[in-house]
């Protein structure tokens, strides 16, 4: 990775903030963690602590391959808040890539279709039926400055650009509003509800992970190690899980997590049979 000068624009600036991700099968449903990042004028720390809130990743938009929401140059995905727009409204299914690195940066834990979603800062995917689809997060949608929700307080800046990932502590691909899992009481709408039930038992679809881009290269994984289905039970997601500090995969990973680093973008592409839309 080239040499960057790390938060050079963020001199005399503090910003604390705490975020919830759900990580963990549905043992773990009720393990929270938290990131706490701290942005100074040459420094970035982040700790983890246990909160109520982490139900993202301990326990629990583009369209398919047409879509333009992710592309393998690294070139064409660095820039600014003009590079990226986010897409809340899906025709079908909200897919989108949760991800927080070693430091619980570059922290994306929410699909940018949920209702009230405050930290959602992917590139998503409207799953409308049986594909192939692609989700990411590139630097110009991480570091997004909001004009409701103000920028992703997960990152480190160095200028306009997210200082790059280095390790993961969680990468899932969540599609929402899938499943009716039984402990299910929502009544809402499944697709921007995660509490109300879907209309699809996991075992009725085959999703299989295709590939995973680190700023456009490979990312090499042992496809035998991936876990699917509804790894929680206390929401309708479908979940890929590659790596996950809260999960099995934390015991016998499929990814060397800790050699993981890019700069410009993450994308993961996986296939889905079984829907009837």
């Not at 099968?25 to 009720?30: C, L, P, Q, V």
């Not at 035998?224 to 099995?248: L, P, S, T």
């Amino acid at each position: 990775m080239k040499a960057k000068k790390i938060l050079a624009a963020v001199t005399a600036l503090s910003l604390t903030t705490v975020v919830f991700a759900s990580c963990g099968d549905s043992a773990d449903s009720s393990s929270t963690a938290a990131a706490t990042t701290t942005t100074a004028a040459t420094t970035t720390t982040a700790a983890t602590t246990t909160t109520a809130a982490e139900d993202s990743a301990a326990t629990g938009g583009g369209a398919g391959t047409d879509s333009a929401a992710t592309d393998s140059s690294a070139d064409s995905t660095k820039g600014g808040d003009s590079d990226y727009t986010p897409v809340k409204t899906f025709e079908g299914y909200d897919a989108f890539l949760m991800f927080g690195d070693s430091q619980w940066l570059w922290g994306n834990w929410e699909g940018q279709g949920q209702a009230d979603a405050t930290q959602a800062f992917g590139v998503d995917a409207d799953v409308t039926g049986d594909g192939e689809y692609t989700v990411s997060i590139t630097n110009a949608s991480i570091s997004y400055d909001d004009p409701d929700e103000g920028i992703n307080p997960q990152i480190a800046l160095d200028g306009d650009y997210a200082v790059g990932a280095e390790g993961c502590v969680v990468m899932c691909v969540d599609i929402v509003g899938l499943l009716n899992g039984d402990k299910l009481k929502g009544t809402g709408d499944p697709k921007t509800d995660k509490e109300t039930p879907g209309k699809y038992n996991a075992d009725d679809l085959k999703v299989e992970l295709k590939s995973i881009k680190a700023d456009g290269q490979e990312v090499a994984f042992d496809k035998a190690k991936i876990k699917y289905g509804n790894i929680e039970d206390n929401n309708n997601c479908y979940r890929i899980e590659i790596y996950n500090d809260y999960g099995d995969t934390a015991k016998d990973s499929p990814i060397d997590k800790d050699s993981l680093a890019f700069e410009d973008s993450l994308e993961v592409t996986f296939s889905i049979e079984g829907l009837s839309e």
